[in-house]
């Protein structure tokens, strides 16, 4: 019989921080597809998978952990959420709000988000606000106004968002039946590389459910984690912030990760790394996903397959391994980079009159 998945919280209750009188509001996210790449493995001679994030309700993996952080500020009874967001967290809070019926206020870098995400934000109803300022500077005043003022913080410094996003690594493990031996992922903000850590660190070990008493451990390993940030935007590898961060990768345009010492001890912990990759990389790994592989995802979700690409010509990916690169956004978010050619000149679609030999002349098929 058909089961339709019910979202995150649901599908791992006993791992998350809720019981069965809290009210779930979900748009059914999660579940998302790991598709096994053929042209990243043929290259590269390991099995590379991809989590398809941009499978989820509004389009990228902030679904997971904004149905707990909506669910826990339902919980607390507030009425009004906020988010400093380069897109898709905005889009992600919206969203979610709008189905608890409570209100939702965005701060977004003015110029700097992709009309897909702006579009959604909007559509759901979010008052909207183009900060004069990056994205750095958007999530400060959104930490001030939830400390000074009757509103809830749903950024990911929010322990709920964190909770939810863990979900990935779940569904990884659950899907592969063990750990892969690497997990690759665009940074950003960080809190997404810390989510996977958590997940994994809790499935490699018997967890104490809230709920559910001792739970045994599911993976006999952890993955080595790897992460990239744009190569303009890359305070974790310069070891400094950067304060004028800059990138076509808009998402992850961010130059003070909130979670800063929680990527560095994913990396450390896991004997991994985290390293930048160019916007010339980035943009080569989005082709390569959406030409080779079927796959569009946004630029910035494509950091990890740039970082893959990058370390596979320096001879450093091992064959014979299971790695599995999160892919973080559609590719409908921000279409307007499938419309370039690999040298920047505009793509011209053929244009041809309604007449089958001509259609078949522009085919080649004459
Ligand atoms: N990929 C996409 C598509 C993103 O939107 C983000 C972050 C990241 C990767 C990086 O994840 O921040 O957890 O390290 N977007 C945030 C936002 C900042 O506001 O939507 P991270």
Redesign the pocket.
Known sequence: MAHQWRGVIREYASRLPVNESTRVITLGEGGTPLVLAPALSALTGSEVYLKVEGMNPTG?F?DRGMTMAITAAVAAGTEAVVCA??????ASAAAYATQAGIKCAVLVPDGKIAMGKLSQAIAHGAELLQVNGN?DNCLDVARKLSENYPVFLVN?VNPARIEGQKTGAFEVVDFLGDAPDYHLL????????TAYWKGYREYSEPYESETAGTLPAVSTKRPVMWGFQAAGSAPIVAGHPITEPDTIAT??R?GNPASWAQAEAARDESGGLIDAVTDEEILEAHRWLSSREGVFV?P??AAGVAGLLKYHAAGQVPSGKKIVITV??HGLKDPQWALRNADGSDVTPTKVDFDVVSVADALGLA
């Open positions: 990228s902030k967001s380069t897109g898709n967290t905005s994205f990911s665009p940074v950003g903000n960080a809190g997404n590389i998402a992850i961010i946004e910035a979700s973080t956004g």
